[in-house]
């Protein structure tokens, strides 16, 4: 079982990153992208002996308390069985 | 009186910070490795700069969970004075001691140059030897100093008076063009509502000497001890 969690800038919190790569994108001719907004992966490797609902729960907190700052970030969590 | 400078990995104006306790305060210092937990025997405690954790995940956050930052916490509520400088303060702000973040900034670029602050607040402890509306003329050395924070947070920081300094124009004007990171309301140090922790971006500790191209940095040094030799 694994857990993917995705970090990004709430919406608003300037992202120069993003925009930096949206000049790119611009710059090369791509067509039709209006916005880039650059965030964080993590894969996390569960060991089995939580149950999906108890996973989802632990990785969230771990989410919420260590992967994220709440002031700036929001989280999403996925559980693959 | 006695100070503190904490060590994490990846710190490096901890020996800076040092120096100038010892030298220009002239003070007894120690530096605290981050697995140490007992800071009873400080009067003031500095959080240096630096990388703590090579910045890994974000600046500041990692630092948040070694065994010296829950002393620290107690250190803080039982009123010891905590400067963080740099690293130091984007470490306050993961760690809740200070409100805010400190994202990229605005134009991407790790900036190395010297700036100008405004003494917004005289009455702390740590500029309490200087005059409201001073200009300082300080370096800053960062890539994640631009301070954001939610509207709610901002009217609390104005209204408390807790905006300490703010970057300005050499004239002390508060100015778009003379904030060099995009922070909001041009903030460049904070405080807490008790006023016994401060976070600031610029670097006090690198502008002691002239040699260094400014010493405008003392003053805040010699507010925190003006500051100790009444209470400690």
Redesign the interface.
């Known amino acids: 079982m694994k857990a993917k969690v995705y970090v990004n800038l709430k919406p608003g919190v300037l992202d120069p990153q993003g925009k930096a790569i949206h000049h790119s994108v611009e710059l090369l001719g791509f067509a039709g992208i209006s916005d880039v907004r650059q965030g964080k992966y993590f894969e996390i490797a569960l060991d089995g002996t939580l149950g999906e609902e108890q996973a989802r729960e632990s990785v969230a907190r771990l989410a919420r308390e260590v992967l994220s700052n709440p002031i700036i970030e929001d989280y999403r969590v996925e559980i693959e069985t | 009186m006695k100070f503190g400078v904490i060590v994490f990995p990846g710190s490096n104006c901890d020996h800076d910070a040092y120096h100038v306790i010892s030298k220009h305060v002239g003070q007894p210092v120690d530096f605290i490795w981050h697995r140490d937990t007992d800071l009873s025997s400080y009067d003031a405690v500095i959080i240096p700069g630096g990388f703590s954790y090579g910045d890994y995940?974000?600046a500041g956050?990692l630092a948040r969970?070694s065994p010296v930052m829950n002393s620290l916490k107690n250190y803080a509520r039982d009123g010891g004075l905590v400067l963080g400088i740099c690293n130091g303060f984007q470490i306050l702000?993961?760690a809740g001691l200070l409100?805010?973040?400190l994202?990229?900034?605005?134009?991407?670029h790790f900036i190395c140059d010297h700036i100008f602050v405004r003494v917004d607040n005289a009455e702390t402890p740590f500029t309490n030897e200087l005059t409201r509306g001073a200009v300082l003329r300080l370096p800053i050395a960062h890539a994640e100093g631009?301070y954001?924070?939610?509207d709610a947070t901002l009217e609390e920081l104005q209204r408390d008076n807790r905006i300490v300094f703010r970057y300005c124009d050499n004239a002390g004007n508060i100015t778009a063009e003379s904030n060099p990171n995009?922070s909001r309301d041009n903030i460049a140090g904070i405080c807490n509502h008790e006023r016994n922790v401060l976070g600031l971006m610029p670097h006090p500790e690198r502008a002691c000497e002239d040699l260094l191209g400014s010493s405008d940095g003392r003053d805040i040094f010699r507010s925190l001890a003006a500051t100790l030799a009444i209470t400690a």
């Open positions: 995940l974000r956050a969970f702000c993961e409100p805010g973040a994202i990229r900034n605005r134009d991407l631009n954001v924070c939610d995009g």
